[in-house]
Protein backbone atom coordinates (compact mmCIF):
# COMPACT_ATOMS: atom_id res chain seq x y z
CA UNK A 1 0.00 0.00 0.00
CA UNK A 2 1.74 3.42 -1.47
CA UNK A 3 1.73 6.20 0.44
CA UNK A 4 2.57 9.74 -1.54
CA UNK A 5 4.48 12.22 0.27
CA UNK A 6 3.98 16.73 -0.05
CA UNK A 7 6.94 18.40 1.29
CA UNK A 8 5.67 21.80 2.38
CA UNK A 9 7.96 24.71 3.76
CA UNK A 10 6.84 25.74 6.76
CA UNK A 11 8.61 27.61 10.38
CA UNK A 12 9.95 24.45 11.91
CA UNK A 13 13.04 24.48 13.91
CA UNK A 14 13.67 21.32 11.67
CA UNK A 15 16.57 21.88 10.00
CA UNK A 16 15.18 21.00 6.52
CA UNK A 17 12.91 23.93 6.80
CA UNK A 18 10.14 21.85 5.28
CA UNK A 19 7.37 18.98 7.03
CA UNK A 20 6.14 15.92 4.77
CA UNK A 21 2.42 15.50 4.62
CA UNK A 22 1.72 11.71 3.59
CA UNK A 23 -1.57 10.44 1.85
CA UNK A 24 -2.83 6.86 1.59
CA UNK A 25 -4.79 6.03 -1.05
CA UNK A 26 -6.85 7.62 -3.98
CA UNK A 27 -10.14 6.64 -3.06
CA UNK A 28 -11.40 7.60 0.25
CA UNK A 29 -7.85 8.56 1.02
CA UNK A 30 -5.76 9.39 4.38
CA UNK A 31 -4.08 12.94 4.69
CA UNK A 32 -1.75 12.94 7.16
CA UNK A 33 -0.16 15.92 8.82
CA UNK A 34 -1.19 18.66 6.67
CA UNK A 35 1.32 21.30 7.54
CA UNK A 36 -0.39 24.28 5.56
CA UNK A 37 -1.69 24.46 2.57
CA UNK A 38 -0.25 25.08 -0.83
CA UNK A 39 0.37 24.18 -4.18
CA UNK A 40 2.74 20.40 -3.43
CA UNK A 41 -0.14 19.31 -1.60
CA UNK A 42 -3.07 20.07 -3.85
CA UNK A 43 -1.87 18.77 -6.37
CA UNK A 44 -1.10 15.93 -4.47
CA UNK A 45 -4.67 15.63 -3.57
CA UNK A 46 -6.09 17.23 -6.67
CA UNK A 47 -7.13 13.69 -8.12
CA UNK A 48 -7.88 12.06 -5.16
CA UNK A 49 -10.92 12.02 -2.96
CA UNK A 50 -9.96 12.86 0.41
CA UNK A 51 -12.01 10.69 3.56
CA UNK A 52 -9.66 10.98 6.51
CA UNK A 53 -7.86 13.46 7.97
CA UNK A 54 -5.36 12.57 10.90
CA UNK A 55 -1.78 13.78 12.65
CA UNK A 56 0.65 11.76 14.33
CA UNK A 57 1.22 14.85 17.03
CA UNK A 58 -0.10 18.55 17.51
CA UNK A 59 2.78 20.96 16.60
CA UNK A 60 2.03 23.59 14.51
CA UNK A 61 4.43 22.13 11.94
CA UNK A 62 2.58 19.49 11.23
CA UNK A 63 -0.88 20.59 12.13
CA UNK A 64 -1.36 24.03 10.61
CA UNK A 65 -3.76 23.02 7.33
CA UNK A 66 -5.82 20.63 9.15
CA UNK A 67 -8.90 23.08 9.16
CA UNK A 68 -8.71 24.71 5.58
CA UNK A 69 -8.60 21.04 4.05
CA UNK A 70 -11.76 19.52 6.34
CA UNK A 71 -13.39 22.54 4.94
CA UNK A 72 -12.86 22.12 1.85
CA UNK A 73 -13.33 18.48 1.69
CA UNK A 74 -15.49 17.69 4.23
CA UNK A 75 -13.24 14.96 5.79
CA UNK A 76 -13.70 12.94 8.94
CA UNK A 77 -11.23 14.81 10.86
CA UNK A 78 -9.40 11.82 13.54
CA UNK A 79 -7.84 13.02 16.86
CA UNK A 80 -5.99 10.75 20.04
CA UNK A 81 -8.36 9.29 22.81
CA UNK A 82 -8.21 11.85 25.54
CA UNK A 83 -6.59 14.20 23.66
CA UNK A 84 -9.70 16.01 22.12
CA UNK A 85 -9.08 19.38 23.79
CA UNK A 86 -5.37 19.85 22.81
CA UNK A 87 -6.07 19.13 19.09
CA UNK A 88 -9.02 21.41 19.07
CA UNK A 89 -6.61 24.11 20.42
CA UNK A 90 -3.82 23.56 17.89
CA UNK A 91 -5.74 23.54 14.77
CA UNK A 92 -8.70 25.02 15.64
CA UNK A 93 -11.46 22.46 14.19
CA UNK A 94 -13.61 19.72 16.88
CA UNK A 95 -12.86 16.38 16.18
CA UNK A 96 -15.30 13.96 14.42
CA UNK A 97 -14.07 10.84 15.61
CA UNK A 98 -11.19 9.63 17.93
CA UNK A 99 -8.36 7.07 17.72
CA UNK A 100 -6.33 5.25 20.33
CA UNK A 101 -3.23 2.98 19.88
CA UNK A 102 -4.88 -0.71 17.01
CA UNK A 103 -7.46 1.61 16.13
CA UNK A 104 -7.58 1.11 12.32
CA UNK A 105 -9.00 4.05 9.60
CA UNK A 106 -10.43 2.50 6.48
CA UNK A 107 -9.30 4.06 3.23
CA UNK A 108 -9.78 3.16 -0.20
CA UNK A 109 -6.27 1.11 -0.39
CA UNK A 110 -7.23 -0.60 3.11
CA UNK A 111 -7.02 -0.63 6.28
CA UNK A 112 -4.44 1.86 8.20
CA UNK A 113 -3.61 0.99 11.86
CA UNK A 114 -2.77 3.56 14.48
CA UNK A 115 0.47 2.79 17.09
CA UNK A 116 0.66 4.70 20.08
CA UNK A 117 4.38 6.49 19.95
CA UNK A 118 4.39 8.87 22.79
CA UNK A 119 7.61 10.91 23.69
CA UNK A 120 8.48 13.40 21.14
CA UNK A 121 4.94 15.05 22.29
CA UNK A 122 2.22 13.41 25.00
CA UNK A 123 -0.17 12.63 21.92
CA UNK A 124 2.64 11.26 18.99
CA UNK A 125 1.10 8.66 17.44
CA UNK A 126 2.43 6.66 13.84
CA UNK A 127 0.32 5.35 11.07
CA UNK A 128 1.34 2.05 9.49
CA UNK A 129 0.16 0.10 6.59
CA UNK A 130 1.54 -3.06 5.28
CA UNK A 131 5.67 -2.58 5.82
CA UNK A 132 5.02 1.16 5.83
CA UNK A 133 5.04 2.91 8.79
CA UNK A 134 4.53 7.27 8.76
CA UNK A 135 6.35 8.18 11.87
CA UNK A 136 5.87 11.94 12.18
CA UNK A 137 8.85 13.14 14.80
CA UNK A 138 9.69 9.36 16.16
CA UNK A 139 12.43 9.36 14.06
CA UNK A 140 15.04 10.84 11.47
CA UNK A 141 17.38 9.31 9.26
CA UNK A 142 20.23 11.77 10.25
CA UNK A 143 20.58 13.49 13.83
CA UNK A 144 18.41 13.25 16.48
CA UNK A 145 14.68 14.20 17.50
CA UNK A 146 14.28 16.56 20.50
CA UNK A 147 11.96 14.89 23.66
CA UNK A 148 12.80 18.25 25.47
CA UNK A 149 10.40 20.08 28.20
CA UNK A 150 7.10 20.53 29.10
CA UNK A 151 5.53 17.80 26.91
CA UNK A 152 8.39 15.54 25.88
CA UNK A 153 9.01 11.89 27.92
CA UNK A 154 11.96 10.69 27.21
CA UNK A 155 10.82 7.04 29.22
CA UNK A 156 7.86 7.04 26.79
CA UNK A 157 10.61 8.03 23.50
CA UNK A 158 12.85 5.57 24.08
CA UNK A 159 9.95 2.82 24.68
CA UNK A 160 8.20 3.89 21.79
CA UNK A 161 11.11 3.14 19.56
CA UNK A 162 11.79 -0.21 21.61
CA UNK A 163 7.79 -0.58 20.15
CA UNK A 164 9.12 0.12 16.27
CA UNK A 165 12.00 -1.63 16.19
CA UNK A 166 10.31 -4.79 17.43
CA UNK A 167 7.63 -4.02 15.03
CA UNK A 168 10.35 -4.35 12.59
CA UNK A 169 8.50 -2.00 9.52
CA UNK A 170 10.53 -1.96 5.64
CA UNK A 171 10.29 1.40 5.82
CA UNK A 172 9.81 4.52 8.37
CA UNK A 173 8.38 7.87 6.29
CA UNK A 174 9.78 10.57 8.64
CA UNK A 175 8.44 14.34 8.68
CA UNK A 176 11.48 15.66 8.65
CA UNK A 177 13.97 14.52 6.21
CA UNK A 178 14.51 11.29 3.51
CA UNK A 179 12.66 8.09 4.13
CA UNK A 180 14.22 5.27 6.08
CA UNK A 181 15.01 2.35 4.51
CA UNK A 182 16.62 0.78 7.83
CA UNK A 183 14.25 1.33 10.52
CA UNK A 184 15.70 -0.91 13.05
CA UNK A 185 19.06 0.52 12.88
CA UNK A 186 17.72 4.11 12.76
CA UNK A 187 15.51 3.07 16.03
CA UNK A 188 18.77 1.56 17.63
CA UNK A 189 20.81 4.32 16.99
CA UNK A 190 18.42 7.10 18.43
CA UNK A 191 18.24 4.61 21.55
CA UNK A 192 21.97 4.78 21.79
CA UNK A 193 21.87 8.10 21.35
CA UNK A 194 19.15 9.01 24.03
CA UNK A 195 21.35 6.94 26.81
CA UNK A 196 24.72 8.20 25.66
CA UNK A 197 23.26 11.92 27.02
CA UNK A 198 21.70 10.86 29.91
CA UNK A 199 24.75 9.05 30.99
CA UNK A 200 26.33 12.75 30.44
CA UNK A 201 23.72 14.58 32.25
CA UNK A 202 23.95 11.74 35.42
CA UNK A 203 27.83 11.73 35.32
CA UNK A 204 27.15 15.87 35.29
CA UNK A 205 25.29 15.79 38.53
CA UNK A 206 27.65 13.06 40.07
CA UNK A 207 30.51 15.34 39.41
CA UNK A 208 28.92 18.67 41.11
CA UNK A 209 27.29 19.79 38.87
CA UNK A 210 23.63 20.85 40.50
CA UNK A 211 21.74 23.92 38.53
CA UNK A 212 19.72 22.89 35.14
CA UNK A 213 22.50 25.06 33.40
CA UNK A 214 25.27 23.69 34.85
CA UNK A 215 24.35 20.39 33.83
CA UNK A 216 23.90 21.64 30.33
CA UNK A 217 27.23 23.40 30.11
CA UNK A 218 28.68 19.39 31.27
CA UNK A 219 26.35 17.66 29.10
CA UNK A 220 26.95 19.45 26.06
CA UNK A 221 30.10 19.89 24.50
CA UNK A 222 29.30 21.47 21.14
CA UNK A 223 28.18 24.99 20.27
CA UNK A 224 24.90 25.22 21.40
CA UNK A 225 23.91 28.79 19.36
CA UNK A 226 20.68 28.91 18.16
CA UNK A 227 19.61 25.51 19.57
CA UNK A 228 20.42 26.39 23.22
CA UNK A 229 16.59 26.42 24.28
CA UNK A 230 16.15 22.88 22.57
CA UNK A 231 18.82 21.63 24.30
CA UNK A 232 18.15 22.46 28.12
CA UNK A 233 14.73 21.42 27.43
CA UNK A 234 16.09 17.88 26.43
CA UNK A 235 18.63 18.41 30.13
CA UNK A 236 15.16 18.86 32.06
CA UNK A 237 13.66 15.79 30.54
CA UNK A 238 16.46 13.72 30.92
CA UNK A 239 16.72 14.90 34.80
CA UNK A 240 13.37 13.89 35.28
CA UNK A 241 13.36 10.30 33.75
CA UNK A 242 16.61 10.14 36.31
CA UNK A 243 14.72 11.08 39.10
CA UNK A 244 11.55 9.38 38.51
CA UNK A 245 14.17 5.68 38.51
CA UNK A 246 15.59 7.20 41.73
CA UNK A 247 19.24 7.77 39.66
CA UNK A 248 19.61 11.23 41.29
CA UNK A 249 17.45 14.00 43.23
CA UNK A 250 15.77 16.71 41.44
CA UNK A 251 13.69 19.68 43.26
CA UNK A 252 13.08 21.08 39.99
CA UNK A 253 15.91 23.88 41.05
CA UNK A 254 18.76 21.12 41.70
CA UNK A 255 20.09 18.01 41.22
CA UNK A 256 22.13 15.90 43.59
CA UNK A 257 23.35 12.31 43.34
CA UNK A 258 21.15 9.76 45.23
CA UNK A 259 23.34 8.51 48.11
CA UNK A 260 21.60 4.93 47.80
CA UNK A 261 23.20 5.11 44.08
Do not use: Q
Not at 201 to 229: P, S
Amino acid sequence: MDWHRADVSVPTRAPTGSTAAYVCGDEAALLVDPPDAGDALDSLLSDRSLAHIALTHHHPDHAGAVAHYARETGATVWARRGRASAFEAATGITPDRLFSGGTTIPTGAGPVTVIDTPGHAPEHVAFATDGAVVSGDLAVAEGSVVVGAPEGDVRAYLASLRRLHARNPDVLLPGHGPRIETPRETCARLINHRLARERRVRDAVHDGAATLDEILEAAYEKDLTGVRDLARGTVLTHLEKLAVEGAISWDSERAAPNPAE
